[in-house]
């Protein structure tokens, strides 16, 4: 039961880590469900470290993150002056900014051979090749199920191609891309048109063939590291195999239906005067550049914008922010999409915001999650973007509307005359476009920042309107508590 246990955490292998690095303050982050075994865990690391080393290492357990918990949480960590983080549980394999971590994707329970006839079963029946993908908590039995497919590291049959974990250990770099340790391992007699990375995998097409032709075989559970598979390559043929349930899924209707959720938000965004800028993260690297593309995207389209660092958003935090029309998340790929129907404003995906807040952008299907993607999908061309644009078609108010644009620049707050000139002959042409039909421009009266919805509002607070401005003195109040006051 003990060596179970040890092999299940990989006890072994992590404290041969800390002592190769020369850790000696080591902070562990457990998800809520693997809580309940970390002082055990504590106990077997200190005993294996004292084998391999005299140097004393303490272990800090950190939980309730402030974020995800699939994300390193950093700012706890760096609470306690810890040299690394090692990462328990379910994680996105996001690259850090500050501090090196190691992953222990734990060891979920499957049946290899059944699994391996589902696979083979449902290939006999499609002529794509497949490329198998799964959750991390599978990786241990990749080899086995390579094994069962006659399939090894230096060759590959053109039926089955297997997905490649990352790393486990990720040491920060100011570029995100050069933070993965080790290598891509894929084999150099393979010749490949395109790597993909996603989720902590990394996989290759040979040479001449796109995703799309692949049918995509998906180990694990439904949970977000696969919607976000299934709203990535939403051109694909996926299907799933559920470990727990034994089970083959083929049908993806519902999941299908967020992606036209999706697009129904960003429709919505694009009417939005004022934007949230939502802060999830605090430790994938990049998230600061992300942020300051987002600044300066809402701004060329002339909207305001507000940052706001609030923890994991839900209902009645963002509640307190009525002014915002749209929020946009800024967190890592798996706790981007957050299911918003019960908030008041709905809540996107940078990427989403990118295809709202660009002029003319078209959704091609294409789905991005990682923050290099977004912002090498989107170059910032201000100047193409200027006022002499028609005025375009707002789905939700029936009409063209004018997206106003206020010059930052001028003086006193006042808008230049070109600006205001051009914005004349662009509504006078915006209203012949439908003859002498007043109704089919709309333009936007809403509050275009937040002061100016303050003020736009019935209630503002107690308003005590008196002439007299010489102090006055102070009167005693209640005492007591309010089940019962002195008094009464």
């Known amino acids: 039961m003990e060596l179970e246990f040890e092999s299940r955490y990989d006890i072994n292998r992590t404290a041969e880590f800390i002592i190769s690095k020369s850790f000696t303050r080591i902070a562990l982050q457990f998800p809520d469900e693997l809580l309940k075994d970390s002082t055990k865990v504590v106990s077997a690391l200190k005993s294996k470290t004292r084998l391999l080393t005299d140097r004393e290492v303490r272990f800090f357990v950190m939980a309730d993150t402030t974020y995800g918990s699939c ?29 090196p971590a190691f992953f222990v994707f734990g060891k979920a329970s499957i049946n290899i051979s059944s699994c391996v006839k589902h696979l083979v079963d449902y290939a006999s029946k499609s002529d794509k090749p497949i490329m198998i993908l799964y959750g991390l908590e599978y990786a241990h039995v990749i080899p086995h199920i390579r094994e069962e497919l006659g399939l090894s590291e230096t060759e590959s049959q053109l039926k089955f191609s297997v997905a490649n974990v990352l790393c486990s250990f990720i ?76 089970s083959l899924v083929t049908e993806f209707h519902q999941q299908r239906r967020i992606l036209m959720r999706r697009y129904y938000l960003v429709e919505k965004a694009k009417d939005a005067n004022i934007i949230g800028i939502l802060v999830g993260t605090l430790g994938v690297a990049g998230y600061l550049h992300m942020i300051h593309h987002m600044q300066a995207l809402i701004s060329a389209a002339g ?135 007043h109704n089919s421009l709309t333009k936007q ?8 919805y303050f003020l736009s509002r019935a209630y503002r607070g107690l308003e005590i309107n008196s002439d007299n ?20």
């Open 71 to 99: 994300c390193i949480d950093e700012v706890g960590a760096l609470h306690i002056d810890a040299e690394c983080v090692v990462h328990y549980g379910q994680t996105c394999l996001s690259p850090t900014s500050a501090l």
């Open 171 to 246: 040491s920060p770099s100011k570029d995100p891309r050069e933070s993965m340790e080790h290598p891509r391992p894929y084999s150099d007699s393979l010749s490949s048109s395109r790597n993909y990375r996603l989720g902590g995998l990394t996989w290759d097409l040979l040479e001449g063939s796109k995703i799309e032709d692949y049918l995509l075989f998906w180990i694990g559970s439904d949970n977000s590291a696969f919607a976000n598979v299934v709203l990535t390559f939403n051109g694909c043929d996926i299907v799933r195999y559920d470990a727990e349930e034994d």
């Open 303 to 437: 909207k305001k914008s507000y940052i706001l660092a609030m923890g994991r958003p839900n209902p009645a935090k963002l509640a307190n922010f009525p002014e915002c029309d749209v929020f946009i998340y800024i967190s890592c790929a798996q706790t981007a999409l957050l299911d918003s129907k019960e908030f008041m404003s709905p809540v996107i995906t940078p990427f989403e915001a990118n295809l709202a807040f660009s002029r003319g952008s078209e959704w091609t299907g294409e789905y991005l999650m990682q923050f290099q993607d977004v912002i090498n999908s989107v170059k910032l061309e201000s100047e193409a973007h200027s006022e002499s644009e028609e005025p375009r078609f707002s789905f939700f108010q029936g009409g063209y509307v004018e997206d106003h644009k206020r010059n930052d620049q001028a003086k006193n707050g006042e808008e230049d005359a070109g600006e205001t000139m051009a914005l004349a002959r662009t509504a006078e042409k915006a209203l012949q476009l439908k003859e002498k039909d």
């Open 445 to 452: 009266t809403a509050a275009k920042s937040g002061p100016e």
């Open 469 to 488: 401005t010489l102090p006055e003195a102070y009167i005693v109040g209640r005492s007591g508590k309010a089940s019962g006051y002195r008094h009464e």
